[in-house]
């Protein structure tokens, strides 16, 4: 057999080759095809369509030894031979049962893409061999659900687990990341039917492996992967951004203040939600009440963002106000109006979110389009989603009874009637527009012959439903929070976290062996204010606030006592025991600020002088380097920005105190879930020890200059002490700080 002319193609730069290798007198195989580029060089066996790629940046090959199969379908099993037209950076390889795979070198010779031209549309499984790592390898495997998950080779949990595209916990980005050998590589998707699956066995033994296989359904056709070189997760991000920029994901929120400049007062705003001004219960059936109660009127709700206002300070909020409905909080959707007269109807709601908005903060009510009950004036079955049989497909059992799935079509139907948000904005005026659960449920499907969708189309009619509620208010967010939705809407509720855990199932890392790791920040971080979702104790919730500070997001309120709740003082929290962790050190106030406050304010208030801050100087920046500063990997730094606008944040989440070296305040003692901010106009740190103080327990300060210059250089500089002992040494002065002090370094 002779060999065929070698094909050269550029592009972008990159040299593009396709050569076949006559191998078969050698050893009795077909030919190897090979595609070639600067950057890489893929070899697929001709006549089994078996391939690897090579990294030429870092010398990895995918997979490690051997070949891949195509896949583990009937159809790739058999022969195969180059069939169709062929450009110097493809191949396609046609197989003798049908279908055909189509190898494409992408991306100016950066990927390859994997296309499977599949006979039907049904379920495939590939990659779980090419992407497959071993414990010798040190790999690891990045899963963006919520922030983000590192998933390593090592760890004694064998597990199989889906990550399915857009599902709740699933994949909330269409990637994935691998790193093997310090070489990483990045698989990207488009098709919501694509079902990333990871599974690492352990055997006593054997070394560990960990396999990344793609579960291709129905129309899922195409797979990327993306070859780095050298790198590690910052490597992994930055690739993304640069993809998902081209992909016109990464819309700033410099580019959402120009569209609308309400967005730029949530930068550095807290989520205050009040969730459910009236809790109405109805029976399954949606037919009697089993009770009612009102926890804030419209007056009270309004009456709190005044509170945390004048009272508390707090000049920046994105303050939510849910229940306002006719039925209540999740009572009686879509039919919203008239706004429940229990706590004060039409004229009182509008006269709070006018209050609410005087105050500087942005005005949201909170709605659900997705849900429907069948005491709702509108009810009727030709809105709900069908099952394959016509029956209609039930959703949860939530306070108004049984709820019933909406189609994603008719939900935008539902919302652009006259008395849904046209009318809602009318009477009330919000700033911002909150729909439940449209970007938290995954991709759906209906069966109704008069509105038939598949997962793609959910998506893309939720895609409408965004673009249309954002333009009726301006400003437009949904729960949890999806990649697709972040040039279609302005903030997610429920991305950094749940109930003060990382994820609705709490325990979701440690059954996977895994490790919580801000990349949803190291991607996104300038794109979209996003916070957490659900209620949480104040008293538990010391780790959930070091992981904000980590991720430099303003924190989430949403377990406000009822009514006009300050004007009750339960008793506060002093210190913690020394030497032990304390998960409630962020609800004391011993010498500081909030001392004698309600402990709810105590806790909104030490929180927020911290995350606010923080987020107001990282906002227009992405995390750009995050690091593990110790081999337990419970010490952690990221930082934010560059040059001037750097901002370092190390923190501990460990058991134990650790010690860290700083800029401002030289060795440091972090207690457990203790930290340390550092930048040019912002210092804050909880910790045992700083700049030569021992501070026992832990003392909370934060220094800001309040004359527009670096705190090296200021004049003027407001500290915040929340708790602890009140001294506090800055620039080779010491202060006593018992609660706020404007600081005059340089003058005597």
Known sequence: MTSRNRISLIQGG??????????????????????????????????TAAWKLLDKQSGALWPSEGMARPGNVPWLQGHFSRAGNERGDSVRLAGEKGGAVVFTLIEAGRALELRYEKPSDGTMRVLGDALSVGDAEGGYVIVPSREGLLVPVQGDKAFKRTFGTSEYEGCHMNMLGLVKKDSALIVTWDDAYVFPELERTVSAGSPNRLATTFELRGSAKFLRLMPLGKGDWNGIARAYRQYAAKRGYAVTLREKIRRDPHVELMVGAPDAKLWSCLTRRMNEESTAEESARVHWTFDEAARVAEHLRNDLQIE?????????????????????????????????????????????YVGCLHDNVQDMYRDAKSWSPSFIEKNRDGSLIKGGRWNGGRAYMVCASKQLELAQRPQNLGAIRDLFGPWSYFIDTTYAV??????????????????????????????????FGSECGREWALPHSDFF?????????????????EEVGAQVIPFFEMVYHDCQICYGKYGYRAEDAAENVAHHVLCARPLYYHSFPDHLYWQNKPSERRGGTPGTSDRSSYTRSDNGWAQGMHPVDVFVKNTHEILGPLHELTAYNRLIAFEYLTDDRNVRRATYGEGSQVVKVTVNFGQTPAEVKTETGGRAVLPPWGFIVEAPRFVAFHARSWNGHDYGNGALFTLRPTDNK???????????????????SWQGRTYEVKREEVIKPGIS
């Open 14 to 47: 990159v040299l593009l080759l396709s050569i076949v290798v006559p191998l078969t007198a050698v050893t009795g195989r077909a030919d190897i095809v090979r595609l070639q580029s600067d950057l890489l060089t893929l070899e697929v066996d001709e006549g």
């Open 710 to 728: 670096d705190l090296k250089d200021s004049a003027s500089v407001r500290v915040f002490h929340g708790f602890g002992p009140t001294t506090l």
């Open 493 to 509: 509720e429920g991305l950094v976290g749940v109930s003060g855990h990382y994820y609705a199932n709490a325990k979701l890392q």
């Open 316 to 360: 920046r909020c994105f303050f939510m106000v849910g229940g306002w409905t006719e039925g209540g909080y999740d009572v009686r959707h879509p039919d919203n109006l008239p706004a429940n007269p229990e706590c004060g109807g039409n004229a009182a709601l509008a006269d709070a979110v006018k209050r609410i908005q005087k105050l500087g």
């Open 442 to 475: 995954g991709p759906r499907e209906c069966f109704d012959p008069n509105h038939p969708i598949g997962r793609n189309e959910d998506i893309a009619w939720k895609i409408r439903l965004s673009d249309y509620a954002r333009n009726v208010f301006g400003i």
